[in-house]
Each structure stands twice: as C-alpha cells, then as structure tokens.
C-alpha cells in the first residue's frame, strides 16, 4: 500500500482522568465480605464470636461503601457515553469486561459446586469408612452411615459435641427434612419447582424485552423488561418463604452439618445474585422510561443486565439439579 493510500485518521478512544473508585469499590467489598464471615461466625457458634454487633455494622458498611460507589461509577459512564465520550473500541471494551467479569462469576460458582460434589462423592464416603482415605476417618467417627442428604451427623452419632475426637467447633445438629423432591409433601407445594419455573420464565420474558429493542418497540421493549423485573421479585419472595420452611418447619439451619451449610451457601449466594441481576435490569427500565436512554443501537446496560440475568438462570439449573434433584 503507498503511503497516499495509507489512512492517517485514527479513532479517538476515550481515556477517562485518574479515579480512586477502583480502590473504593474494592475496599467496601472486601469490609463486606469481612463483615459477612464474621456475622455467619456468630450465627454458627453464637457466644464463642460474638463481636457485640460490630459484625452487622461492618457488613452494613462494607455494602454502603460498595453500593454507592457503583452508583457513582455507573452514573459518571452513563453520562460520558450520552456525551459522545465513547467510541466502538471502548464498547468493545465494555463488552470484554462484561465477559470476564461474568466467566468470574462462573469460577465462584464452580468453587462451590465442587466443594458440593466433594462432599458427596469423597468426604462423606470417606467419614463412613469407604475406600483407602476411609479407614481412619471409620476410627474416628465409628458407626457414622453416609446418606445425602445425611440422616445424622458425624458428631451426633460419636454423642455430641464434647464427645467427637477432634475439631469441637460446635454443636451441629441434622435437620428433620430436606428440601430434596424425594422429602417433598407434595410435588404443587414443592417451593423450588415454583422458583425454577419463575426462573427460566424469566429468561423468556428478558429475550423478548431484547427482541423488542432491537425491533425499536420501546413500548414492548419496556413492558417485558418489567414483566422480567416482576418474575425476580416473585422468586426472592419464594425464596424467602423456602428459608423460613427450612429454619422453622423442618430443623434446616447453618447448624445442620455440612447439608446445611452446602444449601445455604450456594442458594443463599445464587439469591444474592439474582437480587443483583433484577436490580441490574430494574435501573435499566427506569433509564428506559425516565430518561429514554435505550435505542435499538445504543443499549450496552441492557444487553450487559441481561447476559448476567441469562447466567443466573443457568446457574439455578445447574443448582436445581445437584441441590434438590439427585
């Protein structure tokens, strides 16, 4: 190519000033984090690490800090793309980040599904005295079955907490029942099912508030958004409704073993995300119907809300599956 046929015009690429919010944002989270490690502390062992409220307030801080300086950072982006700041390279970057903060997402989860799936193929058998790894574990906690969900814990068949050989770290104490299909009363009064077909529904609902955008039918594009929005809500409510069954009705508490904690830490985590996502999609319907921010060929929030809110679907399957199915 000769150097007249050589372009000289380049794209000019939005570099925003130096800003602190990254700093900021990782200190509330890591207090949050801290703050909720510490408030599960005591809802686990209580008077052994009561910290005297100082738990709550640093959970509650933590969130503050992080929240609002989201709010901010989010609210500086929308303002710059409305100025015209951003280029297609930078919308390409936006894209990118989206991408690796949810393949982040998927890692967490995978995290937890294999602690999961540890404990029932391996760890469990283990304790029963099953395989070359069980044999000693067998000495330890003698007369202990392996079932899932389990039956009875390992230190409740020893005789207690001030029996068990090793590790007293409290009393644990199994559930009457679990939240598994085969302890279910009845199949139309089983919660998660109810939640799963929200769910997915929900996913439906979010493709077609996408189809309409696309389409230019704000109209559409917002009715369906908020029928997403509605379904989310629906879900946290149910959910809400299973813990309370859980904690009151059938004994399913954080002191339950490792049953207990498995449950609630992957659907106590995956209800924290989809409170997440429908916030996500819920700013994005006022921004809509406020401020008439989306257009068929400028609607990165939407798009971005609703790639996550199709990743938590497919997270609450994956859960479905392993948590209350098999």
Known sequence: MSSAETSTEYEKYYVPESSSLAVRATIGLVLSVFGGGLVLNEMTFGGTHDTGGAAKWVLFAGLAMFIGTLT???????????????SSQLSNSYVLGMFWFIFSEVMFFAAFFGALLYVRWLAGPWLAGEGEAGRMNFLLWEGFEYTWPPVTTPQEVVGGALSQPIANNGAFVSQHTSMSFADAQAWYAWLPLWN??????????????????????????EAWLGVTVGLAIIFLFLQA?????????????????????????????????????????????????????????????FSASSWYWHFVDVVWVFLFIFVYII
């Open 72 to 86: 901010y950072w989010f609210r500086t982006t929308i303002k710059e793309n409305k100025a015209g700041m951003n």
């Open 196 to 221: 799963t077909i929200i769910l997915l529904t929900s996913s439906v609902t979010c493709e077609f508030a996408h189809r309409g955008l696309s389409q230019g039918n704000i109209k559409k594009f």
């Open 241 to 301: 409704a299973e813990y309370y069954e859980a904690y009151e009705m059938f004994g399913l508490t954080l002191n339950s073993g490792i049953y207990g904690s498995t449950f609630f830490m992957l659907t106590g985590f995956h209800g924290f995300h989809v409170a997440m996502g429908m916030t996500m999609l819920l700013i994005q319907l006022i921004r809509s119907v406020r401020n008439k921010h989306m257009t068929p060929t400028d609607h990165f929030g």
